[in-house]
């Protein structure tokens, strides 16, 4: 079992900044590299959307259309910690943001997730 912890979201005007983090608690014997790591969000009346993923290593990153060079992904395997760190925001970026995690290959659907954060709510005024 895998238990995802968000922080960092919060109220920012639109150009701003934040940086949210993931902490993963693991049953013993269990590794953070084992999982793949993805970030979604989720706007009131929209469907769950791919934001960002990470390979167990960090070497390998995917990014969603919508935020492709404005948001970057990060982990840190010693922590069990992954970020996602938001520049540029815009008033569309308003959206609850959710951690996930999932054995097997690379996934933008968020059905193939496995573990799921409760999310951190990001609001970006105009």
């Known amino acids: 079992q895998v238990q995802l912890v968000e922080s960092g979201g919060g109220l920012v005007q639109a150009g701003g900044s934040l940086r949210l983090s993931c902490v993963a608690s693991?049953?013993?014997?269990?590794?953070?590299?084992?999982?793949?790591m993805g970030w979604f969000r989720q706007a009131p009346g929209k469907e769950r959307e791919f934001v960002a993923a990470i390979s167990w290593s960090g070497g390998h990153t995917y990014y969603g259309d919508s935020i492709k060079g404005r948001f970057t992904i990060a982990r840190d395997n010693a922590r069990n910690t992954a970020t996602l760190q938001m520049n540029s925001l815009k008033p569309e970026d308003t959206a609850v943001y959710y951690c996930?995690?999932?054995?097997?290959?690379?996934?933008?659907?968020?059905?193939?997730?496995?573990?799921w954060g409760q999310g951190t709510q990001v609001t970006v005024s105009s």
């Open positions: 693991l049953a013993a014997g269990d590794t953070f590299s084992t999982y793949r």
């Open positions: 996930a995690a999932r054995i097997g290959p690379h996934s933008e659907d968020a059905s193939e997730y496995d573990y």
